[in-house]
């Protein structure tokens, strides 16, 4: 209970802040708030997956800090709105895209997933993607090619990842990095847009997931058999 209050409170404080350093903290919650619950099964891969899952976020909220750290020492300002330099604003998208799993700083996302359960799975999928979004609808994209880059990097690897793959949480991670691929694009013109396709990206994941849990599908095989 005490950690998905944690996880909760840091969304919160993410949704909430308007300064880089409390965006910053609030994301840092999350992913220490996200960690005992993935390996709370005791089981390697479930190890293996945190493991891997908390260098990625480390590795992208110490990028979010050197870029916000950065913008404030270029233009002495640390509100999110106000972002104006050019490479600033290109690190923390990055940061941002490694802390969704946007291609091509995507490859952690199918081998984290495949090593938890579902339900903590769904969480990842779901829960976890609020706050960095957030976060991307508030930054003036002054560089469009680099989200037409990302979106389109994005939806190619999803597409072509799938295919080919029986485990059902890599196809649901793949799916996802497809569908972060056509949001990605759009969010330079028309936010709300984005915000309603991840909503319904959302809705599909709980219903996918929650069905898979049910059947207590992790395969192709069990899937054709319930």
């Excluded at 409390?22 to 005992?36: F, R």
């Excluded at 993935?38 to 110490?62: I, N």
């Excluded at 799993?101 to 199918?110: D, E, I, M, Q, R």
């Excluded at 059902?168 to 847009?193: C, D, E, N, T």
């Amino acid at each position: 209970a005490t950690l998905l209050f944690g996880l909760g409170l840091g969304t919160t404080i993410t949704f909430a802040s308007s300064h880089w350093l409390l965006a910053w903290m609030g994301l840092e919650m999350n992913t220490l708030a996200i960690i005992p619950i993935m390996a709370q099964q005791h089981h390697p891969r479930a190890v293996e997956a945190t493991t891997k899952y908390f260098l990625t976020q480390a590795t992208a909220a110490a990028m979010l800090l050197f870029a916000s750290t950065t913008n404030a020492w270029l233009t002495g300002q640390w509100d999110i709105l106000q972002m104006s330099h050019p490479l600033p604003i290109t690190m923390i998208t990055l940061a941002l895209a490694l802390k969704v799993g946007l291609a091509p700083v995507h490859s952690w996302l199918p081998e984290v997933l495949q090593g938890l359960d579902l339900t903590t799975g769904l969480r990842l999928s779901t829960w976890q993607k609020l706050a960095p979004f957030a976060l991307l609808l508030q930054i003036r994209h002054i560089n469009p090619t680099l989200l037409i880059l990302l979106g389109l990097k994005s939806t190619l690897v999803g597409g072509w990842g799938g295919l080919n793959q029986t485990q059902l949480r890599k196809i649901l991670a793949y799916s996802s990095i497809a569908h972060l691929g056509w949001m990605i694009p759009v969010l330079q013109f028309s936010p709300s847009l984005t915000l309603l396709t991840l909503l319904t990206y959302f809705l599909m994941t709980l219903t996918t997931f929650l069905l898979f849990k049910i059947n207590e599908s992790t395969n192709v095989n069990t899937l054709a058999t319930s």
